[in-house]
């Protein structure tokens, strides 16, 4: 293999970073959408659009959605759509393409039965 080959079991998955910011009156807006937010971003993470998503734990600065779309506009959909654009909490919302490096299900296995 060559310094350039992607190792046998490791695939790099082309998803979406999503970055919505807060907008100034975000503090004031996101306490009562927070919960409709927090189980919309569950149930899109369950059925595997979402792969991971959090905001930034020092500030009201934006929240990160690492989304699983065939398009730029797709991924952007999933973040407009959300209730804290509706409510005024995001106001800009930006998407770039995105490298994630998964392991394989039978890399995954195999991994556990040498550390167990």
């Not at 490791?10 to 919505?20: A, D, N, P, Q, S």
């Not at 998503?53 to 699983?68: F, Q």
């Not at 995105?98 to 167990?116: K, P, V, W």
């Amino acid at each position: 293999m060559n310094a350039t080959e992607i190792p046998p079991g490791i695939e790099i998955e082309k998803v979406w970073l999503v970055e919505g910011h807060y907008t100034p009156e975000a503090a004031e807006r996101r306490p009562a959408v927070r919960a409709a937010h927090i189980i919309r971003a569950a149930e899109l993470k369950q059925a595997g659009v979402i792969v991971e998503v959090g905001a930034y734990s020092d500030a009201l600065t934006s929240s990160i959605l690492i989304v699983r779309a065939d398009s730029e506009s797709e991924a952007l959909a999933v973040a407009q759509s959300d209730v804290y654009v509706s409510a005024g909490v995001w106001g800009k919302i930006t998407a770039r393409p995105f490298g994630r490096i998964d392991i394989d299900q039978a890399a995954r296995s195999s991994e556990g039965e040498t550390r167990g």
